[in-house]
């Protein structure tokens, strides 16, 4: 296995896999990391659908648009989940509280599905695994996944992971520098735009220069144009069908 370090500074999105099943010992690993994921009161209000049915895979790769997801081993899609506690919750004449219609009680599913994530993406990778992070399982058609996964109230897509072995190994991409991610006992108030726009800069050389596909884009332009794109998300009217809805 990789070392910790090993696992978390070459981790890089992988988009091609080979036609290789994942290693039982890997994918044990891959669960039990994921059932030890920390959650918001030990509630574990969270929970995953592995899709390793190819049929079924197909399905969601017409739906979602991402190849990696009919291509990889396995697809995992992290569900934000409050139908356990609500169920047992039932069972014992407990009242129920209208926790999934506050912002905190969607902040809570969501944060404790990407924990479950990320705790799944270190154990695949120390494994010597690819994965790939698919937030467009959320935001393409989250209804339609809903219902062909057989979600049912009070669960919702946060994001999807496909998990398989490497088929390629694409460059590194340049992450933001410490003095932009981590600020020392409170925010730093001094001027940003050096930093920034030296990073800029550099994500520009690199998508001119990497290897494979090349682009002219910079950092701030393509992530921005991202945000024009998300603005034709309707995700409160999917989360209200889910039996979600902040109503503070």
């Given at each position: 296995?990789?070392?910790?370090?090993?696992?978390?500074?070459?981790?890089?999105?992988?988009?091609?896999?080979?036609?290789?099943?994942?290693?039982?010992?890997?994918?044990?690993?891959?669960?039990?990391?994921?059932?030890?994921?920390?959650?918001?009161?030990?509630?574990?209000?969270?929970?995953?659908?592995?899709?390793?049915?190819?049929?079924?895979?197909?399905?969601?790769?017409?739906?979602?648009?991402?190849?990696?997801i009919k291509t990889c081993s396995h697809f995992l899609?992290?569900?934000?989940?409050?139908?356990?506690?609500?169920?047992?919750?039932?069972?014992?004449?407990?009242?129920?509280?209208?926790?999934?219609?506050?912002?905190?009680?969607?902040?809570?599913?969501?944060?404790?599905?990407?924990?479950?994530?990320?705790?799944?993406?270190?154990?695949?990778?120390?494994?010597?695994l690819g994965t790939c992070c698919i937030g467009y399982?959320?935001?393409?058609?989250?209804?339609?996944?809903?219902?062909?996964?057989?979600?049912?109230?009070?669960?919702?897509?946060?994001?999807?992971?496909?998990?398989?072995?490497?088929?390629?190994?694409?460059?590194?991409?340049?992450?933001?520098?410490?003095?932009?991610?981590?600020?020392?006992?409170?925010?730093?108030?001094?001027?940003?735009?050096?930093?920034?726009?030296?990073?800029?800069?550099?994500?520009?050389?690199?998508?001119?220069?990497?290897?494979?596909?090349?682009?002219?884009?910079?950092?701030?332009?393509?992530?921005?144009?991202?945000?024009?794109?998300?603005?034709?998300?309707?995700?409160?009217?999917?989360?209200?069908?889910?039996?979600?809805?902040?109503?503070?």
């Open positions: 296995m990789k070392s910790i370090k090993e696992t978390l500074f070459g981790r890089r999105s992988i988009r091609r896999y080979e036609r290789e099943c994942i290693p039982a010992e890997a994918l044990d690993t891959i669960y039990e990391a994921i059932r030890n994921t920390p959650t918001s009161y030990n509630g574990q209000q969270f929970s995953v659908i592995d899709v390793s049915d190819q049929a079924i895979k197909e399905q969601l790769y017409e739906i979602v648009g991402q190849k990696q899609l992290f569900c934000a989940d409050f139908n356990k506690i609500a169920t047992i919750a039932e069972a014992k004449g407990i009242n129920m509280s209208e926790f999934t219609k506050t912002l905190d009680g969607i902040i809570v599913g969501t944060v404790d599905a990407a924990l479950a994530m990320m705790s799944a993406v270190v154990a695949a990778e120390s494994f010597g399982a959320r935001t393409a058609a989250p209804e339609a996944v809903s219902i062909l996964l057989n979600l049912p109230k009070y669960t919702y897509p946060v994001c999807g992971l496909a998990i398989g072995v490497p088929r390629e190994m694409p460059d590194l991409k340049p992450k933001q520098p410490l003095s932009l991610i981590i600020h020392q006992n409170r925010y730093r108030d001094d001027d940003l735009l050096p930093d920034l726009t030296a990073y800029d800069e550099e994500i520009t050389r690199f998508n001119a220069t990497r290897s494979g596909s090349k682009t002219d884009n910079d950092w701030a332009s393509h992530i921005v144009d991202y945000y024009h794109q998300a603005m034709s998300y309707r995700l409160l009217e999917a989360l209200r069908q889910r039996g979600f809805d902040a109503i503070e």
